[in-house]
T-cell receptor
Framework: QVQLQESDPGLVKPSETLSLTCTLS??????????WVWLRQPPGKGLEWIAS???????HYNSSLQSRVTISIDNFRNQFSLNLRSVTATDTAVYYC???????????????WGRGTLITVSS | IVLTQSPGTMSLSPGDRATLSCRAS???????LAWYQQKPGQAPRLLIY???IGATGIPDRFSGSGSGTDFTLTISRLEPEDFGVYYC?????????FGGGTKLEIK
């Protein structure tokens, strides 16, 4: 069974860097034609796409967060990661990793999701 | 592209037909629109992609339609497990965006 699992740092202090890792099991990133994606959902609110990456390292970022975000991939460990710098309370959210199909000329819908991890920004 | 979903909340009985609307601020090209269901404490689940194609394992009571700027998710005969929040998402342009959601309550 193919699954995604986010790491769980829990609490992050304001102005620090949030670091998250997502691990894929039951499939191989290096053999896939997929995009690997981070999204988030503040408590009680809607969904926001953050960034996407494919196995060759090509990235896409949401312009609203691009100045603070880096996404990276480690195909051999079957992992991809997110760093979000200079966090504030408005970055408090459930962070999801997900998978999107690679289709030439299109962006992504998301057909596989991790369970999500709640990140709280607080001192 | 801003997606506006309506109604915000709907309360229906098992066996009813549910019709959920998603309106885009610009034309969504190439049928690049998806629908998700989210239950409390869970990740969203993909229901429909490319406007009308059911995702793997999704019951055929869920169907999608529309084009341009107006899209609809229809649940033909509600089951008790269909409660939750439903989101539309466009992947026609970057950034991909989601609607604000429709909360479906089962009476």
């Amino acid at each position: 069974q193919v699954q995604l699992q986010e790491s769980d740092p829990g609490l992050v202090k304001p102005s620090e860097t949030l670091s998250l890792t997502c691990t894929l099991s039951g499939a191989s990133m290096i053999r896939s034609s997929q995009y690997w994606v981070w999204l988030r959902q503040p408590p009680g609110k809607g969904l926001e796409w953050i960034a996407s990456i494919e196995k060759g390292g090509f990235t896409h970022y949401n312009s609203s967060l691009q100045s603070r975000v880096t996404i990276s991939i480690d195909n051999f460990r079957n992992q991809f990661s997110l760093n979000l710098r200079s966090v504030t309370a408005t970055d408090t959210a459930v962070y999801y990793c997900a998978r999107g199909p690679y289709i030439m000329g299109h962006y992504w819908y998301f057909d596989l999701w991790g369970r999500g991890t709640l990140i709280t920004v607080s001192s | 592209i801003v997606l506006t979903q309506s109604p915000g909340t709907m309360s229906l009985s098992p066996g009813d037909r549910a019709t959920l609307s998603c309106r885009a601020s610009q034309i969504v090209r190439s049928n690049d629109l998806a629908w998700y269901q989210q239950k409390p404490g869970q990740a969203p689940r993909l229901l429909i992609y490319d406007v009308s194609i059911g995702a793997t394992g999704i019951p055929d009571r869920f169907s999608g339609s529309g084009s341009g700027t107006d899209f609809t998710l229809t649940i033909s005969r509600l089951e008790p497990e269909d409660f939750g929040v439903y989101y539309c998402q466009q992947y026609s342009s970057s950034p991909v965006t989601f609607g604000g959601g429709t909360k479906l309550e089962i009476k």
